[in-house]
């Protein structure tokens, strides 16, 4: 079973991409994003918890989102690959995931996709999404920013160290959604 992490800012791409992979190769999508807005909608009691944190664009408290992965993880664990798209974003997370990997027998992070954009291209991304999306979330500068603040704060620097240097992939955000996820796939087949 192969664990692939997409990892980038807001507005890089990585759902679109995360898409492509599951029509593909039949992986599992898990994306922390998508899982907390069908929470919100369907106004259950964990939606009524997060709202509030994804409106000002600041990251959900990691119980929260580590529970509610490792669930998730939980009923998938005999799928052939699970993509984690807005997973993990936190130190705690990136714990809490090899943690659950190992308890399960089901593997460990193989490979983690690094999508690398320009800043301005992103907030005019972001700021177009949400016009078409209706996401709250993309529709206030004030919130996009802070969402890349809290990036650039937090999460950026989450695989710091030395063991995940030989599992880092750089994907060049910019380019086109085909090419992108041709260099993927190409990435991908390796494994196989
Ligand atoms: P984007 O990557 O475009 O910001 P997401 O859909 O991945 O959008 O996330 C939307 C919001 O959901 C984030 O701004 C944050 O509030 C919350 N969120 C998503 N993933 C996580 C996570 N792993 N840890 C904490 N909060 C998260």
Not at 15 to 42: D, E, N, P, W, Y
Request: proline residues 2%; contains cysteine.
């Amino acid at each position: 079973m192969i664990h692939i992490v997409l990892f980038g800012p807001p507005g890089c791409g990585k759902g679109t991409q995360a898409i492509i992979l599951k029509k593909k190769f039949g992986f599992v999508h898990l994306s922390t994003g998508v899982m907390f807005r069908h929470h919100i909608k369907c106004k259950t009691n964990l939606g009524k918890i997060v709202h509030y944190y994804l409106n000002q664009g600041l990251l959900v408290p990691d119980h929260i989102t580590t529970n509610m992965l490792n669930v998730e993880i939980k009923k998938n664990i005999s799928s052939n690959g699970i993509i984690y798209d807005g997973y993990p974003r936190t130190k705690n997370q990136v714990f809490s995931l090899e943690k659950i990997l190992k308890e399960e027998s089901i593997g460990k992070i193989d490979v983690i996709f690094n999508f690398s954009i320009e800043k301005n291209l992103l907030i005019n991304r972001l700021l177009n999404r949400g016009r078409k999306s209706y996401r709250d979330d993309d529709t206030d500068i004030i919130t996009v920013q802070r969402r890349i603040e809290e990036y650039k704060r937090v999460t950026a620097c989450i695989w710091n160290e030395e063991k995940w240097k030989n599992v880092f992939v750089k994907v060049n955000a910019s380019s086109s959604i085909e090419d992108i996820s041709l260099f993927i796939e190409g990435q991908i087949l390796k494994f196989f």
